[in-house]
T-cell receptor, first 115, second 114 residues
Framework: DSGVTQTPKHLITATGQRVTLRCSPRSGDLSVYWYQQSLDQGLQFLIQYYNGEERAKGNILERFSAQQFPDLHSELNLSSLELGDSALYFC??????????????FGPGTRLTVL | AQSVTQLGSHVSVSEGALVLLRCNYSSSVPPYLFWYVQYPNQGLQLLLKYTSAATLVKGINGFEAEFKKSETSFHLTKPSAHMSDAAEYFCAVSDNSGNTPLVFGKGTRLSVIA
């Protein structure tokens, strides 16, 4: 158990809908990262927040957005969902600001299925 | 921009045999390199990381990896495979400024045959 929690574990929805994925980092960790894992694209970095502020952005679509709240939990919002958004979405957390020496701890993921 | 290539999407070994998972990196600056493991229905777990200290890095569960700059490689090895090693393994790279996110390879699925 990494100490990172993600809810829900599974999510099934229809095209065009909007969903919110939630992540609670390990106690004391200030950085939260979101990744998307799909069969065709592999594991891709989406976005990172550090202590409430956006720190780095990866291959995140404009239909997707995220935020980190004062209690440090984070939410990833996915809107106008398409079939291709079906994937496993991971959250990871680390102690400080994401320097490479800072180990990222991954949650168990949320499996999103868009029908 | 950094990238990693993992050779072989699926590797199968017998229990007790040597495990060798290959990773080659591409980076214009000195990289940091990582190996992560993903067990079925779980998130990723860090096995080991290279951060420009010793070129031979020892990790958890008996795994180690050697950074070879001349070959731009960071292959993962374990002398003797256990059934419990069956999982997906990911190589990842970051630059050593600490300002770039991890870039992952496509992964290699390791099967261990009894």
């Amino acid at each position: 158990d990494s100490g990172v929690t993600q809810t829900p574990k599974h999510l099934i929805t229809a095209t065009g809908q909007r969903v919110t994925l939630r992540c609670s980092p390990r106690s004391g960790d200030l950085s939260v990262y979101w990744y998307q894992q799909s069969l065709d694209q592999g594991l891709q970095f989406l976005i990172q927040y550090y202590n409430g502020e956006e720190r780095a952005k990866g291959n995140i679509l404009e239909r997707f957005s995220a935020q980190q709240f004062p209690d440090l939990h984070s939410e990833l919002n996915l809107s106008s969902l398409e079939l291709g958004d079906s994937a496993l979405y991971f959250c990871a957390s680390s102690l400080v600001d994401g320097r490479a020496l800072d180990t990222q701890y991954f949650g168990p993921g949320t499996r999103l299925t868009v029908l | 921009a950094q990238s990693v290539t993992q050779l072989g999407s699926h590797v199968s070994v017998s229990e007790g045999a040597l495990v060798l998972l290959r990773c080659n990196y591409s980076s214009s600056v000195p990289p940091y390199l990582f190996w992560y493991v993903q067990y079925p229905n779980q998130g990723l777990q860090l096995l080991l990381k290279y951060t420009s200290a010793a070129t031979l890095v020892k990790g958890i569960n008996g795994f180690e990896a050697e950074f070879k700059k001349s070959e731009t490689s960071f292959h993962l090895t374990k002398p003797s495979a256990h059934m419990s090693d069956a999982a997906e393994y990911f190589c990842a790279v970051s630059d050593n400024s600490g300002n770039t996110p991890l870039v992952f390879g496509k992964g290699t699925r390791l099967s261990v045959i009894a």
